[in-house]
Structures are given as C-alpha cells and as structure tokens.
C-alpha cells in the first residue's frame, strides 16, 4: 500500500514539474516589461507577472485595457491616486480576452462599462475553462465578471476623447481583441515582445488555437497597412513593448 502511495505521489509530482516547466518556457526569451507612461496618455501597470494599461481619456475620466491578476488591485488602485483620480473615474474596462490574469480587479469598478468579444463572454465570467494546454487543468470558477457591452470586428468605441478600434483576432482565445487607439496597438496575450526587439506569437501552452493565432497577426497586420492606420506603439501584456508596426509586419512576412 505504501508503494502504492509513493507511485501516486511520484506520478503527481512529475505532473506538477512538467505543468512548471511548460508555464516557465512560455516565458523565456520575453523582453522586460516597462511599467510607466507611453505615447503620453497611456499608464502602463505592472500586476504581478501581467500588465494593464490606464487610458487617459479626459476630463478626469480613464479607461482600462484589461484588470490584471490582483484581484484587490493594489497596483491599479495605485496608480489611479497618482494620476490624481480614484475608482469613480474608470468608465470602461476593455477585455483583451477573458483569461483570468485579465479580469480579477474588475468587480472594484461597478459603475464601468464592461467591453469584450462576445465569444470571450462566459470565459471571462468562469463559465468554461479555455482549452489551452494548461488552462484546459484549471478548475472552472464562477469569477463575477459581466460584460455589459459586447463589440464585434470594426466597432469604434468613443470613451471620452479617444476612439477605440476593435479588431477581432482570435486563436489565444476564441475572443481574443486588439485595440487601436490614437497609434498604440494593444494586443494582450495574442502577441509579445522578445528581448531582441522582435515580435512573437502566443504561448502555445496557454493558446486554444496556436495556429488560428498566427493566422490572425498575419491578417492584422495586413489591415492595419490597407487602413492606413498609423502604429507608433504595440502593446503586450506580459512583456515590454515595441515601437512601431515593423516588427509585427516582419513577423506576418515570416509566415
């Protein structure tokens, strides 16, 4: 029966290592993230091992791209009382997809508008698990969040002074966002920044469709060129950024 006992827990860790192992690889190779202001309205936050942006949106008033993994959001809360604001002045929360790391301090803004893709919508309320290599293991919790506003491909959200783009480019998850707003291009897990400048794709072990994923870079990329919309700044939101649409066009020539 001991022998038993040790064969169970020996098997257990191994899982344990192995699911640590594809979590840390995920991560190698990643350019630092860079908390701070960028393009002068936007408030990059570091929360733990993933960032969220604060937008500037005028007359005091600030939108989120996603709410971090803090589900008391220390740092968030921070970061508003040095922009001189509190939590009253959040007016809308923009999900770059529903994974759990993107929507924890959402409930501390109940006054705010809630935006997402509506295939992201029960994902983010913990509803279903994604079915990513390791968060097809994470338990399925009920997390509280609810998206008051669904957007689609093409909607132009106005929030104060900013006019936000919505582009749809699923394959992290099936309702993964970008965002285009005044030049920044924020695109969440769906991409990253690598410490030789260069962009790449999702972390497979955490993607639904890793393949759908590069597929919808390559396609962004190409409409952001058609649409002659200008990039100055993209966006991750585990690792630093990069400057201009260069290195996500060399990325979709790549494929």
Do not use: C
Not at 42 to 60: A, C, K, M, R
Not at 138 to 158: E, N, W
């Amino acid at each position: 029966m001991k022998r038993v006992a040790l064969g169970i827990l020996g098997v257990l860790l191994l899982f344990v290592l192995l699911l640590g192992g594809l979590f840390a690889s995920a991560f190698i190779g990643n350019s630092a993230v860079q908390p701070g202001v960028v393009d002068g309205f936007i408030h990059v936050v570091s929360d733990g091992y993933v960032t969220l942006d604060v937008l500037d949106v005028g007359n005091g008033q600030v939108a989120l791209i996603d709410a971090g993994v803090d589900k008391d959001g220390k740092a968030l809360l921070a970061e508003l009382a040095a922009m001189g604001v509190d939590k009253k002045a959040v007016t809308a929360i923009f999900l770059t997809h529903g994974h759990g790391d993107h929507i924890a301090a959402i409930p501390l803004f109940p006054d705010a508008k809630v935006y997402a893709l509506e295939a992201d919508i029960a994902l983010a309320a913990g509803e279903i698990k994604g079915r990513g290599l390791i968060p097809r293991w994470m338990p399925i919790k009920p997390t509280g969040v609810k998206v008051s506003q669904t957007v689609k491909d093409g909607d132009v959200i106005q929030v104060g002074n900013r006019a936000i783009r919505v582009f749809a480019i699923p394959g992290h998850t099936g309702g993964s966002a970008a965002y285009w707003i005044d030049g920044a291009l924020f695109l969440g897990d769906s991409a990253g920044g690598s410490k030789d400048g260069t962009l790449h794709a999702a972390p497979k072990v955490f993607s639904d469709d890793p393949e759908q994923n590069r597929a919808s870079l390559k396609t962004l990329a190409a409409r952001l060129i058609a649409e002659k919309l200008d990039v100055k700044t993209l966006i991750f939101a585990h690792t630093g950024w990069l400057e201009g649409i260069a290195p996500l066009t060399t990325f979709a020539q790549g494929e």
